[in-house]
C-alpha cells in the first residue's frame, strides 16, 4: 500500500480500478462475437493512462485496431493491420530477422544462463525493427524504457504497489518522446530499402488515399502492440517448461519429437482437409492449452456512451478451449485435433446456410492490398480475417473451441505472424539440440505478459545436434 501525493493519478487511476466490473459470459458455440460486445476503448479505465495523454480515449492521439469498435468502419483498419503480417510477407521480409533474434537467444554466450531477463531484453529490439527496421544501436535508452515499463504495468495491475505507480507515470512522462521517435523513423523511411521489412511500410501503404489513414493511429499502433505482442514472452516460457529435460509429464516433448522426425513443415493430409502443416498444429495446440490470452474483453456502457463505470464482459477463452463441447479429450494434449475442422475459407454463404442463417452473419469482402503484391485480405462468414496470395489462400481454424487468439470478427490479426515466430523458434530448438533445463530461480521475477510474472529459472544446454530432415526443411 502506498501514500499517492498526485491527485490526477488517484482520480484516473485508483478510483477506475476500484469501480472497474468485469463478468465472464456464456460459453459460445460458433467462433464468433456479436457487435453488441464492442472492443471500443475495451481496457479497463485505470490501464487509459498509459496509453492516451488525458488519461481517457482520445481519438485525436490516435487509436488502434484493438481497441476500435467495429461500426466505425466495418474492420477496415484490421484489414490494413493485417496486410503487413500475413505468411508471404512472414517468409519474404521479416524471417531473416526472426531467424537472427533466435539464433542469438540460443547461441554459445547465452548456454547455462537464465534465459527470460536475456529474452525481453533482446526482444524490445526485435519489436521495433520489425515495426520500423531500427537497428539494436539506434534504439534510444529511453524508449527501451517505455518497453520496460509499460511491461511491468501489465503484468503487475496493481494500482496501490510503488513500482505500479512509478512505471505507470515514467511512461507517461517518456510517451511524448517516444512519439517523437516514432515519427522521426516513420519519415526515415521514406523511401528507404529497408522500410519493405517492416509493418509501417505496409500499414501506410495499404491505407494510401484512404480518408480513414492517418499517421497518428500508424504511431498509436506501433505503441500500443506491447500489449498485443506481450503473449510471445508468456508463450516462450511455457514451451521451456514443457520441453525441460527432467519434465514429469513427457506428452508434448515426445509429441515434438515424433513431429520433427518426420516432414514436420509439408501438409500430410489434402489442403481442403487440413491446410495446415504437423508444426503448425503442433504450434497451435501449444496455445490451445497454455492460452496466453485468456479471453476476450468487450465494454457495456451503462449510459449511451463509453463512461468509467461500464462493466466489462469477458469470453473466457481458457473454458471455451477445453469445453467437452468442442472436443472429445479437452485436457489431452492432441496436435491432430486440427485434422477436419472447418477454416475460415469454408465458412461461406452455402456453409452458413446449412448452419441455419439465412445469410453470412458477416458480409464476405475482399480488401485488395496497394503495395504491389497482388494480395486480397478477405474475411470469412463468420467475420475472421484472413488472406488470398498468390492464387492461394491462408486460412485459419474457424472453430469455437480453438480460441487462443479470439473469435471472428475480434480475432487477433497477428494470429499467423505468431505462429509462424513460434515455429521458428520449435525450428531452432530441434536444429541446434537444445534442452531445456531448470536451474536457480533468480531474485526477481520477470514481468512477461498481462497479470503475469515468470521465475528467470530455465535456461539450456546443447546436445549432439539432431539430424535435419530433409522434407522438412521449408516453411
Same mark, same amino acid.
Given at each position: 500500500?502506498?501514500?499517492?501525493?498526485?491527485?490526477?493519478?488517484?482520480?484516473?487511476?485508483?478510483?477506475?480500478?476500484?469501480?472497474?466490473?468485469?463478468?465472464?459470459?456464456?460459453?459460445?458455440?460458433?467462433?464468433?462475437?456479436?457487435?453488441?460486445?464492442? #472492443?471500443?476503448?475495451?481496457?479497463?479505465?485505470?490501464?487509459?493512462?498509459?496509453?492516451?495523454?488525458?488519461?481517457?480515449?482520445?481519438?485525436?492521439? =490516435?487509436?488502434?485496431?484493438?481497441?476500435?469498435?467495429?461500426?466505425?468502419? $466495418?474492420?477496415? #483498419?484490421?484489414?490494413?493491420?493485417?496486410?503487413?503480417?500475413?505468411?508471404?510477407?512472414? $517468409?519474404?521480409?521479416?524471417?531473416?530477422?526472426?531467424?537472427?533474434?533466435?539464433?542469438?537467444?540460443?547461441?554459445?554466450?547465452?548456454?547455462?544462463?537464465?534465459?527470460?531477463?536475456?529474452?525481453?531484453?533482446?526482444?524490445?529490439?526485435?519489436?521495433?525493427?520489425?515495426?520500423?527496421?531500427?537497428?539494436?544501436?539506434?534504439?534510444?535508452?529511453?524508449? $527501451?524504457?517505455?518497453?520496460?515499463?509499460?511491461?511491468?504495468?501489465?503484468?503487475?495491475?496493481?494500482?496501490?504497489?510503488?513500482?505500479?505507480?512509478?512505471?505507470?507515470?515514467?511512461?507517461?512522462?517518456?510517451?511524448?518522446?517516444?512519439?517523437?521517435?516514432?515519427?522521426?523513423?516513420?519519415?526515415?523511411?521514406?523511401? +528507404?530499402?529497408?522500410?519493405?521489412?517492416?509493418?509501417?511500410?505496409?500499414?501506410?501503404?495499404?491505407?494510401?488515399?484512404?480518408?480513414?489513414? $492517418?499517421?497518428?493511429?500508424?504511431?498509436?499502433?506501433?505503441?500500443?502492440?506491447?500489449?498485443?505482442?506481450?503473449?510471445?514472452?508468456?508463450?516462450?516460457?511455457?514451451?521451456?517448461?514443457?520441453?525441460?529435460?527432467?519434465?514429469?509429464?513427457?506428452?508434448?516433448?515426445?509429441?515434438?519429437?515424433?513431429?520433427?522426425?518426420?516432414?514436420?513443415?509439408?501438409?500430410?493430409?489434402?489442403?481442403?482437409?487440413?491446410?495446415?502443416?504437423?508444426?503448425?498444429?503442433?504450434?497451435?495446440?501449444?496455445?490451445?492449452?497454455?492460452?496466453?490470452?485468456?479471453?476476450?474483453?468487450?465494454?457495456?456502457?451503462?449510459?449511451?456512451?463509453?463512461?468509467?463505470?461500464?462493466?466489462?464482459?469477458?469470453?473466457?477463452?481458457?473454458?471455451? +478451449?477445453?469445453?467437452?463441447?468442442?472436443?472429445?479429450?479437452?485436457?489431452?494434449?492432441?496436435?491432430?485435433?486440427?485434422?477436419?475442422?472447418?477454416?475460415?475459407?469454408?465458412?461461406?454463404?452455402?456453409?452458413?446456410?446449412?448452419?441455419?442463417?439465412?445469410?453470412?452473419?458477416?458480409?464476405?469482402?475482399?480488401?485488395?492490398?496497394?503495395?504491389?503484391? =497482388?494480395? #486480397?485480405?478477405?474475411?470469412?462468414?463468420?467475420?475472421?480475417?484472413?488472406?488470398?496470395?498468390?492464387?492461394?489462400?491462408?486460412?485459419?481454424?474457424?472453430?469455437?473451441?480453438?480460441?487462443?487468439?479470439?473469435?471472428?470478427?475480434?480475432?487477433?490479426?497477428?494470429?499467423?505472424?505468431?505462429?509462424?515466430?513460434?515455429?521458428?523458434?520449435?525450428?531452432?530448438?530441434?536444429?541446434?539440440?537444445?534442452?531445456?533445463?531448470?536451474?536457480?530461480?533468480?531474485?526477481?521475477?520477470?514481468?512477461?505478459?498481462?497479470?503475469?510474472?515468470?521465475?528467470?529459472?530455465?535456461?539450456?544446454?546443447?546436445?549432439?545436434?539432431?539430424? #535435419?530432415?530433409?522434407?522438412?526443411?521449408?516453411?
Amino acid at each position: 500500500m502506498i501514500q499517492l501525493p498526485d491527485p490526477d493519478y488517484h482520480q484516473n487511476v485508483i478510483m477506475p480500478y476500484l469501480a472497474t466490473r468485469s463478468t465472464k459470459i456464456e460459453q459460445l458455440a460458433l467462433p464468433m462475437i456479436e457487435e453488441s460486445y464492442n #472492443k471500443e476503448a475495451a481496457l479497463p479505465p485505470y490501464l487509459w493512462g498509459l496509453i492516451w495523454e488525458n488519461w481517457q480515449p482520445d481519438p485525436h492521439q =490516435g487509436n488502434t485496431v484493438f481497441l476500435q469498435g467495429m461500426s466505425e468502419d $466495418r474492420n477496415w #483498419k484490421k484489414r490494413v493491420y493485417y496486410s503487413a503480417v500475413t505468411p508471404d510477407l512472414y $517468409r519474404d521480409k521479416y524471417r531473416g530477422k526472426v531467424q537472427a533474434f533466435f539464433r542469438d537467444l540460443l547461441g554459445a554466450n547465452n548456454q547455462g544462463l537464465p534465459l527470460m531477463k536475456i529474452y525481453l531484453d533482446e526482444y524490445l529490439y526485435l519489436y521495433w525493427d520489425l515495426h520500423l527496421g531500427v537497428p539494436k544501436k539506434l534504439v534510444p535508452p529511453y524508449v $527501451r524504457e517505455v518497453g520496460e515499463c509499460f511491461m511491468y504495468c501489465l503484468a503487475r495491475l496493481d494500482p496501490f504497489d510503488r513500482l505500479f505507480h512509478r512505471n505507470y507515470m515514467q511512461v507517461r512522462r517518456l510517451r511524448p518522446q517516444l512519439d517523437a521517435w516514432i515519427n522521426r523513423a516513420i519519415a526515415d523511411l521514406e523511401g +528507404s530499402d529497408a522500410s519493405k521489412s517492416t509493418f509501417v511500410h505496409y500499414w501506410r501503404k495499404n491505407s494510401k488515399n484512404d480518408p480513414r489513414a $492517418r499517421r497518428e493511429d500508424v504511431v498509436f499502433e506501433c505503441f500500443h502492440n506491447f500489449l498485443a505482442f506481450s503473449q510471445w514472452g508468456h508463450m516462450i516460457y511455457r514451451i521451456m517448461e514443457q520441453l525441460e529435460r527432467e519434465v514429469a509429464d513427457t506428452t508434448v516433448r515426445d509429441w515434438f519429437e515424433k513431429i520433427m522426425e518426420g516432414g514436420f513443415d509439408q501438409l500430410d493430409h489434402p489442403r481442403q482437409q487440413c491446410p495446415f502443416t504437423p508444426l503448425d498444429r503442433f504450434v497451435m495446440e501449444l496455445f490451445r492449452i497454455a492460452m496466453p490470452n485468456t479471453g476476450s474483453i468487450s465494454v457495456q456502457a451503462t449510459s449511451g456512451r463509453l463512461h468509467r463505470d461500464a462493466v466489462y464482459t469477458i469470453h473466457d477463452h481458457v473454458a471455451i +478451449s477445453r469445453d467437452p463441447l468442442h472436443w472429445s479429450d479437452p485436457e489431452a494434449f492432441n496436435p491432430d485435433r486440427y485434422v477436419g475442422l472447418p477454416t475460415s475459407d469454408q465458412i461461406d454463404s452455402e456453409k452458413c446456410r446449412q448452419l441455419g442463417f439465412q445469410k453470412c452473419p458477416y458480409h464476405q469482402s475482399d480488401f485488395p492490398t496497394q503495395d504491389g503484391r =497482388g494480395s #486480397k485480405v478477405t474475411n470469412s462468414g463468420f467475420g475472421t480475417v484472413y488472406n488470398k496470395h498468390g492464387g492461394k489462400e491462408y486460412p485459419v481454424c474457424d472453430y469455437a473451441g480453438y480460441s487462443p487468439f479470439g473469435f471472428g470478427y475480434r480475432r487477433c490479426p497477428g494470429e499467423l505472424f505468431t505462429i509462424e515466430f513460434f515455429k521458428e523458434f520449435l525450428r531452432q530448438i530441434w536444429d541446434g539440440g537444445i534442452e531445456f533445463l531448470r536451474l536457480p530461480a533468480q531474485d526477481a521475477p520477470i514481468p512477461i505478459a498481462p497479470g503475469t510474472f515468470v521465475a528467470d529459472d530455465i535456461g539450456f544446454d546443447r546436445t549432439a545436434p539432431r539430424t #535435419k530432415n530433409k522434407q522438412g526443411g521449408k516453411s
